[in-house]
T-cell receptor, first 113, second 111 residues
Framework: DAGVIQSPRHEVTEMGQEVTLRCKPISGHDYLFWYRQTMMRGLELLIYFNNNVPIDDSGMPEDRFSAKMPNASFSTLKIQPSEPRDSAVYFC???????????FGPGTRLTVL | GQSLEQPSEVTAVEGAIVQINCTYQTSGFYGLSWYQQHDGGAPTFLSYNALDGLEETGRFSSFLSRSDSYGYLLLQELQMKDSASYFCAVRSSTGANNLFFGTGTRLTVIP
C-alpha cells in the first residue's frame, strides 16, 4: 500500500479564497482523522470519521471549515473563506479498527497570504 | 478536559541514553502513545502502552504508570538520526479512537 496520500503537498493562496485539501486513507482502514499543526498550537485534531461518518468535529475551529468523506477512499477538508491564521500544516491520518497505530500522510503545507 | 506535559527540549550526546517524560490528565484513560516527527515530516508511530510497565522495541522503550498518570520514552544508543520531535498522546474514552497530543519534545543529538 502507498500509505496515506494527501494533495496538494503545498498550497499558497490569498485571503478569502476557497481551499480544498484532499486525502486518500490506507485501504481497509476504518478511521480517518484531520489534524492541523502550528508552532503555537501544536498538533490539533480537527475532525475524525468512522466508516465515512463524522464522529467528532469539536476541533473544527469555525464554520469556515468543513470536511466530508463521501466514500471509504476519499476525504476533503475545505476552508472557505481562508484567512492568514489558517496557515499551517494539515495532516490526514488513518487507523484500522482494533489497532493503535495511526498512519499519517505527508501533510499539506498551507500558506494564506 | 485533557492535558499533557512534556519537556519542550532535550539535548543528549550520541551513543548516550535519554528519557523523555510525559504526565497526563484525562478521564477514562485508555492508553499512551508515542510518535516521532522529523523536521518537515509526518508523525510516525513508535509505541502504545495500555498497561503498566515497560515495552521494548529495539533501541526504543516506553513505560507507563497508570496510577501516577505518567509515562516516558527511553531512547538508547542515541544516533544523530534520532534528532526529532517526540510527542506523547493519550487515548481516552472521550474519543475512543482519537488521540490528544502533547506539545512535543524536541530532541537534539550532538556528537
Amino acid at each position: 500500500d502507498a500509505g496515506v496520500i494527501q494533495s496538494p503537498r503545498h498550497e499558497v493562496t490569498e485571503m478569502g479564497q476557497e481551499v480544498t485539501l484532499r486525502c486518500k486513507p490506507i485501504s481497509g482502514h476504518d478511521y480517518l482523522f484531520w489534524y492541523r499543526q502550528t508552532m503555537m498550537r501544536g498538533l490539533e485534531l480537527l475532525i475524525y470519521f468512522n466508516n465515512n461518518v463524522p464522529i467528532d468535529d469539536s476541533g473544527m475551529p469555525e464554520d469556515r471549515f468543513s470536511a466530508k468523506m463521501p466514500n471509504a477512499s476519499f476525504s476533503t477538508l475545505k476552508i472557505q473563506p481562508s484567512e492568514p491564521r489558517d496557515s499551517a500544516v494539515y495532516f490526514c491520518a488513518s487507523l484500522a479498527d482494533s489497532y493503535n497505530e495511526q498512519f499519517f500522510g505527508p501533510g499539506t503545507r498551507l500558506t494564506v497570504l | 478536559g485533557q492535558s499533557l506535559e512534556q519537556p519542550s527540549e532535550v539535548t543528549a550526546v550520541e551513543g548516550a541514553i535519554v528519557q523523555i517524560n510525559c504526565t497526563y490528565q484525562t478521564s477514562g484513560f485508555y492508553g499512551l502513545s508515542w510518535y516521532q516527527q522529523h523536521d518537515g515530516g509526518a508523525p510516525t508511530f513508535l509505541s502504545y502502552n495500555a498497561l503498566d510497565g515497560l515495552e521494548e522495541t529495539g533501541r526504543f522503550s516506553s513505560f507507563l504508570s497508570r496510577s501516577d498518570s505518567y509515562g516516558y520514552l527511553l531512547l538508547q544508543e542515541l544516533q544523530m538520526k534520532d534528532s526529532a520531535s517526540y510527542f506523547c498522546a493519550v487515548r481516552s474514552s472521550t474519543g475512543a479512537n482519537n488521540l490528544f497530543f502533547g506539545t512535543g519534545t524536541r530532541l537534539t543529538v550532538i556528537p
